[in-house]
């Protein structure tokens, strides 16, 4: 069963489109909604969120419906959640976080991924582990890893949490580390990158699959992109630009999970172009928009140059697009899934990737052609000349980069 707030100046239609997404959260998780129920309030209730005689209500639709798992709308506080499982007997509570991060633990594959999930799932869990153990409260046994008899259960798994959380902590800050040499190296070798971001299911393991002619998984599932995928882009000149696919965003993305995945998400931080990829015929198009654009303050990347794409726009009509052209004058419409649109984008890539390059006359020795060769992979050759005395070349060149040749400037 799924149940929704509707708070304060919200709209109904607001909350129920809220609703409507956590129910494909749970279909996700491999969940099978059998009820619903929304609520209008103020404000939560201190004890109970939605109030005890909402919950009485809901504790009869679980056991008229039979179901199993009653999922929240919304974060709830440890207390809440212990308070609702009183009232609503013999069903699992879990709010918006618990599903999301349920969601996570399904969907990592690599060892970075993996390790992120067990992460944000231990700092949800620890604040809830006396509710947990509350039927089971007993003494512990002394011996090795625990101080000794006397020790209540819960409070050494308290501890031994706290143990994991500080070597999980530690551990990505490792990865941290290696993939910042890692882009430190790419961002060296002149490659330009470019981070697809949007909201989840917007489409972006689609469009990098048809921009690059890789096999990313594609699925028509919330979070079914969590590990950070790289592919080279192909374009006409030979300087290098790469796209990185990145987990997608979600309205009241947790704080547990933006703060886990810092590793990935600073891929956002290394990017030169931000590639917002929109689910142009989603009803919540510009809501979307928002979450997206409030992740990317979170983790202070707003100011980064970014391109607009709207994708699936074979799934709108013709006055829709005509609306989102007027709205957003630089934006691209396309269809990944179809093919469309794939052209202008490269093109866009491209012209943003020459905004941030400086033209140079250079003179290069014939002894030199490992310079030559380096700066056919770091920049755009412009022309390329030979003379008596060495290579003259044009090149638009990275800032970055000029002052490695400005001993060969004319």
């Given at each position: 069963m799924v149940v929704g707030i509707q708070l304060g100046a919200e709209t109904e239609w607001e909350a129920e489109q809220s609703l409507n997404e956590l129910e494909q959260l749970v279909s996700t998780a491999g969940g099978e909604v059998v009820a619903r129920e929304m609520q209008h309030r103020d404000k939560p209730h201190m004890r109970t969120y939605i109030g005890s005689g909402k919950a009485e209500e809901i504790a009869q639709t679980v056991g008229a419906e039979h179901a199993q798992i009653v999922v929240f709308d919304a974060d709830l506080s440890p207390s809440q959640q212990r308070n609702l499982e009183d009232i609503i007997h013999k069903v699992r509570i879990i709010d918006r976080t618990g599903i999301i991060l349920d969601i996570f633990a399904l969907h990592a594959h690599s060892a970075e991924g993996k390790l992120q999930v067990e992460l944000a799932q231990l700092n949800y869990l620890l604040p809830?582990?006396?509710?947990?153990w509350a039927h089971l409260e007993r003494?512990?046994?002394?011996?090795?890893?625990?101080?000794?008899?006397?020790?209540?259960?819960?409070?050494?798994?308290?501890?031994?949490m706290r143990k994991r959380i500080q070597h999980l902590t530690k551990e990505l800050e490792e990865v941290k580390k290696n993939r910042y040499v890692?882009?430190?190296?790419?961002?060296?070798?002149?490659?330009?990158?470019?981070?697809?971001?949007?909201?989840?299911?917007?489409?972006?393991?689609?469009?990098?699959?048809?921009?690059?002619?890789?096999?990313?998984?594609?699925?028509?599932?919330?979070?079914?992109?969590?590990?950070?995928?790289?592919?080279?882009?192909?374009?006409?000149?030979?300087?290098?630009?790469?796209?990185?696919?990145?987990?997608?965003?979600?309205?009241?993305?947790?704080?547990?999970?933006?703060?886990?995945?810092?590793?990935?998400?600073?891929?956002l931080r290394m990017a030169d172009l931000l590639l917002h990829v929109v689910d142009a015929s989603h009803p919540q198009m510009e809501a979307q928009i928002a979450a997206v654009e409030d992740v990317l303050k979170e983790l202070e990347v707003d100011s980064k140059p970014q391109l607009l794409v709207f994708n699936k726009t074979d799934l709108i009509s013709e006055l829709d697009r005509m609306r989102l052209k007027k709205i957003y004058p630089d934006s691209v419409e396309a269809s990944a899934a179809q093919g469309i649109g794939l052209e202008e984008i490269r093109q866009a890539i491209d012209e943003n990737m020459?905004?941030?390059?400086?033209?140079?006359?250079?003179?290069?020795?014939?002894?030199?052609?490992?310079?030559?060769?380096?700066?056919?992979?770091?920049?755009?050759?412009?022309?390329?000349?030979?003379?008596?005395?060495?290579?003259?070349?044009?090149?638009?060149?990275?800032?970055?980069?000029?002052?490695?040749?400005?001993?060969?400037?004319?």
């Open positions: 809830r582990l006396r509710g947990m003494q512990g046994v002394g011996g090795v890893g625990l101080r000794g008899p006397g020790e209540t259960q819960l409070e050494t798994d308290r501890r031994l890692q882009r430190k190296k790419r961002a060296k070798q002149g490659i330009y990158n470019v981070a697809l971001i949007g909201y989840t299911n917007a489409g972006k393991s689609t469009l990098l699959n048809a921009l690059t002619g890789s096999d990313v998984l594609v699925e028509d599932k919330l979070f079914a992109t969590l590990d950070s995928t790289t592919r080279r882009l192909n374009v006409d000149h030979k300087k290098e630009i790469v796209i990185s696919d990145t987990v997608g965003f979600i309205k009241k993305l947790p704080h547990q999970l933006i703060a886990a995945f810092r590793s990935t998400l600073d891929e020459r905004k941030g390059l400086i033209r140079m006359h250079l003179k290069v020795p014939y002894t030199r052609g490992d310079i030559i060769q380096r700066l056919y992979s770091l920049c755009l050759v412009v022309s390329e000349t030979h003379t008596a005395d060495g290579t003259e070349i044009v090149v638009d060149i990275p800032e970055a980069s000029t002052e490695d040749y400005v001993q060969f400037a004319t």
